[in-house]
């Protein structure tokens, strides 16, 4: 009989789940340990969130949700760090984990989920101390980032490379997001197939769903939405919006959708008065040594006039953003999934990606948006301009963005964790638990 899963201890060194989305360092990751938190807890596990603190006027301990608490460690200075110097605050970080556990009774936690391969440092010793399973997702890994630089932008160091592997051989379990992110844990990081497990990630679909009702009103060049969204927004009826959604930074290559909205009004200068280029998140990464850099670029472009910039937005506001919009634009390097793209699914928008990473999975090609291979910014305009000239296949897509968007919820995440953890669990620790990996051969 498998043990019961009551408390669970979640760590996030880099990065807080109290943090917005859109900035900084937080983004898809957050997103996933909130969802993944607050769902868990609704079913009776509870969920402590071990972050570091990065404000003196942060308490130790804050509720997230019923059932969810955040604790704030202090390592280091409270000021912002860089990812790269916060290695050297694992020790005091670590330490600061291990004494909230030593003030309980033993056998506090059932099992440690750690994410980002600096998390998954600080659980391997709690693992060794607490005797308990070691289920990690990577998120992003070095290897694969260095494979796919974009220009301006560092390798990982191989610190961080030896890090990984370390957790890797360390991990009970290791979560892929995709059967693709899989194959690189096996392949390049040499993990045993039997300790991966395939969990995709999901969008929240009470959030994100289609404007209701979805009315179509022809102008004879595309069908839009007349809706609240674009109201509330303060964008006309009869524009044609193109939308980047996440962080300012060369991964995420937001460039390349400004380069081609530049090339579309190249193409047909009519477009300008109807164009918007809609830009919603905040400078992260390299891009924050450089946080006016996008902005700089519209104008050399020429295109200031029709480039909207808006902070990053909590997501009733983002879910409105998604509705507005006539296609949005997810042109990275490098996606372990890509949750903005499943997102702006499930409103109905559909979505043009680079075919990289887990955007593979993310979006279905042909049916809920296009994918493009590399980041030439002339593609992206040659696929927009079609989309915006031909009606009915954006509606086609817009339906398919629906029913694909809607496969991902997060509720089936969770659905799949638990078996994870039931897994790890149900095996001596640093024994692979037999969990079906789901990696095609």
């Known amino acids: 009989m498998s043990r019961r899963i009551n408390r669970v201890a979640t760590i996030s060194v880099h990065t807080s789940p109290l943090d917005q989305p859109g900035t900084g360092d937080a983004g898809g990751m957050n997103v996933y340990i909130v969802e993944v938190a607050k769902r868990l807890a609704a079913r009776g596990v509870e969920v402590d969130i071990f972050t570091r603190a990065t404000s003196r006027a942060l308490p130790p301990v804050a509720e997230l949700a019923p059932g969810v608490l955040v604790r704030n460690v202090i390592a280091g200075p409270f000021e912002e760090l860089d990812k790269g110097e916060l290695p ?21 936690y059932d099992l440690l989920h750690t994410h980002y391969w600096l998390s998954g440092q600080a659980g391997w010793a709690a693992k060794q101390r607490w005797g308990v399973p070691l289920v990690h997702s990577m998120h992003t890994m070095a290897k694969v980032k260095n494979a796919a630089l974009a220009e301006g932008d560092k390798p990982e160091p191989a610190d961080r490379v030896l890090g990984e592997e370390q957790v890797v051989a360390s991990a009970d379990q290791l979560v892929a997001n995709t059967a693709e992110e899989a194959r690189e844990l096996i392949g390049l990081y040499g993990a045993h197939p039997a300790r991966v497990a395939t969990v995709s990630p999901g969008a929240d679909l009470g959030v994100f769903q ?25 964008l006309p009826r009869d524009a044609y919006v193109l939308l980047f959604v996440g962080r300012i930074q060369p991964l995420k290559a937001p460039d390349v959708l400004l380069r081609a909205a530049a090339h579309l009004l190249r193409q047909d200068p009519s477009l300008r008065s109807r164009l918007v280029v809609a830009v919603v998140g905040g400078p992260s990464g390299s891009g924050r040594a450089r946080p006016e850099q996008l902005q700089r670029l519209a104008a050399e472009l020429g295109i200031s006039d029709v480039v909207r910039f808006e902070p990053p937005a909590p997501q009733p506001v983002l879910a409105d953003w998604y509705r507005a919009a006539d296609v949005t634009v997810v042109p990275s390097h490098n996606e372990s999934f890509g949750l903005v793209a499943v997102e702006s699914q499930a409103c109905g928008t559909p979505v043009v990606a680079a075919a990289v990473g887990g955007l593979r999975t993310a979006v279905r090609d042909g049916e809920s948006g296009h994918l493009i291979r590399g980041h030439d910014p002339a593609d992206y305009a040659a696929v927009l301009r079609r989309l915006h000239d031909e009606p009915g296949l954006h509606a086609r897509l817009a339906r398919g963005a629906v029913r694909h968007g809607r496969a991902f919820g997060w509720d089936a995440t969770v659905d799949r964790l638990l078996e994870v953890y039931t897994g790890a669990m149900a095996q001596p620790v640093g024994i692979p638990a037999q969990v079906t990996a789901e990696v095609p051969a």
């Open 88 to 108: 050297r605050q694992l020790c005091s970080f670590t330490s600061g984990v291990l004494r909230t556990e030593a003030s309980y009774d033993p056998g506090h």
């Open 210 to 234: 289609p404007e209701s009702p979805l009315i179509a009103r022809s102008t004879g060049l595309l069908p839009h939405r007349t809706g609240p969204a674009r109201r509330r927004l303060g």
